[in-house]
């Protein structure tokens, strides 16, 4: 421990976001980060504990505390400060393979599990983490370093998100052969065409794919497995098939009026401006327009966020976001104690930029929508809701949401966006392997495991888990990587944490 009071000498500091109002003309990501003789004060700030929660990744009160990759925090919290740069990526990459991304778009569980909550602001981590990878970057400790050994061992990866890369990236280390396959035009998954660009410049990925291919291993792109590429295939020509293809299949809103031109799945949205972006800059005008249009997105989550966002970028002319929960207090109840995860009122960036635009928050809060209402045209023009208020079950005493009675409202809307989660995998990867899923129509296997009842076919992240963070992706890829190789090897030496 470098600094055993640092965190009573120097207070939290995070990175300067840029004014709403002025980041919402583009889409490049928009935080100013320390100058690194300063975010080593923020080390400095890490107490070193004898419990460390913020490594802890555990389920507490239902929720998970702390990193659920075990990152080694303490360790290259105390690295950063000394300025041991090198040896802080070293600890750091030997939990994370992709710290690039987390330092990103990772809600930082570690924070939020950190003892300096207890009487006052968390260590920075996911700042730190940040200066940690871009610096290893900058300084060449994040160049490629190819196995010295091969097994000829050959592994098929479907699916290009976090989970499929760390399980990639784990099992190249190891010395088989790697093969990713992807359906898209590039090589991502979530991270590529889920979370938009300023959360997440994909220059990010594709510098991070440059080194995996260096590394070894094969990317296929326009490869969608099931359809264009036989399931058949790749079980004859290879030794086993990781399948990693997200929980991409969008909850839809069976109501009246549903068929009404301007209603589109979240995802849609955000994938055809990301793609039109990484096209064009914008200039093909092949995403879905939001210019002008009063847009309604249902769904108050991440994903919701990053609709509010976008469209706010695209020129909306209005946005409003739609919850069915009620609103989260502002500060922790006497029932959720630390450590457990705060279930707090969080404004993300996009809900910032509308209040800064619109002068109030875009969310609503207990209300549903009842029905999508359309003009001659079949165009979309207004929507019917109603307020909700928490109800317990008579028999099971489970809360629900429940209708008011009279009040129902009318309100203008040209564009809804559904960004009401996701169902899990698409049936159609599922059957062409045959394997089995379970009642949520996530891919099953036995507990704890990753094997599914195919033989040499194993499965990992959303599609195994659900709907899910990028860090429980990266954790699920790695833990699905060491069951593969113990299968191949009959044995393992792949580290999870």
């Known amino acids: 421990m470098g600094?055993?009071?640092?965190?009573?000498?120097?207070?939290r500091v995070v990175s300067a976001a840029e004014e709403p109002k002025t980041r919402i003309r583009?889409?490049?990501?928009?935080?100013?980060?320390?100058?690194?003789?300063?975010?080593?004060?923020?080390?400095?700030?890490?107490?070193?504990?004898?419990v460390p929660f913020c490594q802890s990744g555990m389920m507490i009160g239902g929720m998970a505390s702390g990193c659920p990759l075990h990152n080694l925090v303490p360790e290259w919290n105390d690295a950063v400060y000394h300025e041991n740069w090198e040896q802080a990526y070293q600890r750091l990459k030997k939990t994370n393979n992709f710290p690039e991304f987390t330092s990103r778009v990772c809600p930082a569980l570690c924070e939020a599990a950190c003892i300096c909550n207890l009487n006052g602001d968390p260590v920075s981590t996911r700042e730190n983490e940040y200066a940690v990878i871009e610096t290893a970057y900058e300084r060449g400790y994040a160049a490629p370093h190819p196995p010295k050994v091969r097994t000829g061992k050959k592994v098929a990866v479907v699916g290009s998100g976090p989970s499929g890369l760390a399980a990639a990236d784990q099992l190249n280390k190891r010395g088989h052969e790697v093969t990713v396959f992807e359906r898209e035009d590039r090589i991502g998954g979530l991270l590529r065409y889920g979370i938009p660009n300023m959360k997440l410049e994909k220059q990010v990925i594709d510098r991070k794919i440059q080194v995996m291919e260096e590394e070894g291993i094969r990317f296929v792109t326009?490869?969608?497995?099931?359809?264009?590429h036989k399931a058949a295939d790749l079980l004859k020509g290879f030794d086993r098939v990781i399948l990693a293809c997200g929980a991409s299949e969008p909850?839809?809103?069976?109501?009246p009026g549903r068929d009404a031109k301007g209603i589109h799945f979240a995802v849609d949205f955000l994938k055809s401006v990301t793609k039109s972006l990484l096209d064009s800059d914008l200039k093909d005008q092949k995403y879905i327009p939001v210019k002008g249009k009063r847009v309604v997105v249902i769904g108050g989550g991440d994903t919701g966020n990053d609709c509010t966002g976008t469209a706010l970028r695209l020129g909306a002319k209005n946005v409003i976001q739609i919850e069915m929960m009620p609103k989260a207090p502002d500060t922790r109840a006497a029932d959720n104690p630390w450590p457990q995860w705060p279930r707090i009122c969080k404004t993300d960036y996009g809900q910032e930029e509308a209040i800064a635009l619109f002068g109030k928050d875009p969310r609503v809060y207990?209300?549903?929508?009842?029905e999508f209402?359309?003009?001659?045209?079949?165009?979309?023009?207004?929507?019917?809701?109603?307020?909700?208020?928490?109800?317990?079950?008579?028999?099971?005493?489970?809360?629900?949401?429940?209708?008011?009675?009279?009040?129902?409202?009318?309100m203008d809307a040209d564009v809804v966006l559904?960004?009401?989660?996701?169902?899990?995998?698409?049936?159609?990867?599922?059957?062409?392997?045959?394997?089995?899923?379970d009642g949520r129509t996530n891919v099953a296997t036995e507990p704890g495991g990753y094997e599914t009842n195919v033989p040499k076919v194993f499965t990992a992240g959303d599609m195994h888990r659900g709907q899910s963070l990028v860090v429980w992706a990266i954790r699920e890829g790695r833990e699905a990587a060491r069951a593969v190789d113990e299968s191949l090897?009959?044995?393992?030496?792949?580290s999870v944490q």
Do not use: W
Request: hydrophobic share 35%; charged share 25%.
């Open 489 to 494: 090897m009959g044995y393992t030496n792949l």
């Open 3 to 11: 600094r055993p009071t640092g965190f009573l000498e120097y207070e």
């Open 222 to 228: 326009g490869a969608d497995v099931g359809k264009s």
């Open 418 to 437: 559904i960004a009401a989660g996701f169902m899990g995998c698409q049936d159609y990867v599922a059957k062409a392997f045959r394997v089995n899923v």
């Open 26 to 50: 583009h889409f490049k990501e928009f935080h100013a980060h320390l100058p690194l003789e300063e975010q080593k004060l923020q080390g400095a700030r890490c107490m070193s504990c004898g």
């Open 373 to 410: 209402v359309k003009n001659k045209k079949g165009e979309l023009c207004q929507i019917k809701t109603v307020r909700l208020e928490p109800k317990p079950d008579a028999d099971t005493g489970r809360i629900s949401m429940v209708p008011i009675k009279g009040t129902e409202q009318v």
């Open 251 to 255: 909850r839809d809103l069976k109501l």
């Open 366 to 370: 207990q209300t549903t929508v009842t």
